[in-house]
T-cell receptor, first 113, second 109 residues
Framework: DAGITQSPRHKVTETGTPVTLRCHQT?????MYWYRQDPGHGLRLIHYSYGVKDTDKGEVSDGYSVSRSKTEDFLLTLESATSSQTSVYFCAISEFGGKSPLHFGNGTRLTVT | TQLLEQSPQFLSIQEGENLTVYCNSS?????LQWYRQEPGEGPVLLVTVVTGGEVKKLKRLTFQFGDARKDSSLHITAAQPGDTGLYLC?????????FGTGTSLTVIP
């Protein structure tokens, strides 16, 4: 299995509070991604990174920010959590981007009350 | 708007039956991937198809990429309980992968 660790695995937070989710990889892959998974929507891309300090928006980026200060770490921040951000969040890595496969972490289940 | 539509959304069959899952789009993809996801885990790649008309086999699973590279299908022969899971297709129209809504398969022993 690809070395991808997401933390925390579960989190419950209140509306309006900031939340940061962490993705750590030991594969030295260049590309890292944050997806959210919701019933009826499948996986939707939030943000992705193609190198240290290089990030770009995905299809559902509103309300989220990311940072990548080291190759191995990719952080997803909800500046002010809302109930619509209750979801399961997956981090994925890819060696070359493009057609190369995505390797996923085991997800973080976030509940915003 | 969902770029990739999968059907059926849910499928429950008896062990030994055959089934086909479809992944359709109006967009052309440079490649398409199929993943399987089990509860509490992230998706795991099954196959990547890149050429229009391509057929790939993985034991009892057969994957086909449409000639126009807009659609794909996954056929499972003689389904087994171990095939139970969420099947996701993902297409790359040029810059990033978009996922389908998924097909939840349950194989009853």
């Amino acid at each position: 299995d690809a070395g991808i660790t997401q933390s925390p695995r579960h989190k419950v937070t209140e509306t309006g509070t900031p939340v940061t989710l962490r993705c750590h990889q030991t594969e030295n892959h260049r590309y890292m991604y944050w997806y959210r998974q919701d019933p009826g929507h499948g996986l939707r891309l939030i943000h992705y990174s193609y190198g240290v300090k290089d990030t770009d928006k995905g299809e559902v980026s509103d309300g989220y920010s990311v940072s990548r200060s080291k190759t191995e770490d990719f952080l997803l921040t909800l500046e002010s959590a809302t109930s619509s951000q209750t979801s399961v969040y997956f981090c994925a890595i890819s060696e070359f981007g493009g057609k190369s496969p995505l390797h996923f972490g085991n997800g973080t289940r976030l509940t915003v009350t | 708007t969902q770029l990739l539509e999968q059907s059926p959304q849910f499928l429950s069959i008896q062990e030994g039956e055959n089934l086909t899952v479809y992944c359709n789009s109006s967009s052309v993809f440079s490649s398409l991937q199929w993943y399987r996801q089990e509860p509490g885990e992230g998706p795991v790649l099954l196959v990547t198809v890149v050429t229009g008309g391509e057929v790939k086999k993985l034991k009892r699973l057969t994957f086909q990429f449409g000639d126009a590279r807009k659609d794909s299908s996954l056929h499972i022969t003689a389904a087994q309980p171990g095939d139970t899971g969420l099947y996701l297709c993902a297409g790359d129209p040029g810059n990033q992968f978009y996922f389908g809504t998924g097909t939840s398969l349950t194989v009853i022993p």
